[in-house]
């Protein structure tokens, strides 16, 4: 392999490490000498690869927050023409890449809370990313009243975000479909009242 391939392979490695160490233990609970061990490479590759804990969480968010976000594009194109199709389709698509797999709910829901300022911007980024393809996905859909579009979306960004929490660490944890039926009702309510 060439310099650059094993830098690829380094930095792929760690980011798999990352993405279970950092769902459980956790952020605060996960060294650098645990990630290399569990990526099999020295700590100064680790220093090749990435300039610290913080900088590898930050990769590691950012590519499940692409990957979360493509899904749900996907979803919403394909979904039928209508408000109602548009809400079900992309609630839907989020919930269940969210839950499709335990390590990716955990960091993007609880950890990027937990590593406190570590995520701030990564997770502004995120969330303005996600209320922009709440708002173009709805935008040619009347709604009743005086409604902010963004308002909206960032309020049923945070109810899906708690109810995914519950999900996580709620005992027994809630059925996707109910997560699905109660985060599509209220942005149901919220853009059209009913």
């Given at each position: ?58 990769a590691l968010h950012d590519r ?62 995120a969330v303005d990313a996600f ?64």
């Amino acid at each position: 392999m060439s310099a650059e391939q094993r830098l690829a392979d380094r930095r792929e490695r760690l980011m798999t490490a990352a993405y279970t160490l950092y769902a459980k233990p956790g952020f605060a609970a996960t060294t650098i000498e645990r990630l290399c061990s569990e990526a099999r490479i020295s700590n100064r590759a680790f220093y090749e690869c990435f300039g610290g804990r913080e900088e590898l969480l930050q990769a590691l968010h950012d590519r499940c927050v692409e990957e979360s976000l493509a899904h749900v594009a996907k979803a919403l194109q394909e979904a039928p023409h209508s408000l109602e199709g548009k809400v079900e389709a992309g609630i839907r698509s989020y919930i269940e890449f969210a839950t499709a797999d335990w390590r990716r709910a955990r960091i993007m829901h609880l950890e990027v809370r937990r590593s406190g300022d570590v995520l701030t911007a990564s997770r502004q980024r995120a969330v303005d990313a996600f209320a922009r393809l709440i708002e173009e996905a709805s935008a040619e859909f009347p709604v009743s009243g005086p409604v902010n579009r963004r308002l909206v979306a960032l309020g049923a960004i945070g109810a899906l975000q708690e109810l995914l929490i519950e999900w996580i660490l709620g005992s027994p944890s809630p059925d996707v479909d109910e997560l699905v039926d109660v985060a599509a009702h209220i942005f149901r309510r919220a853009l059209t009242g009913w």
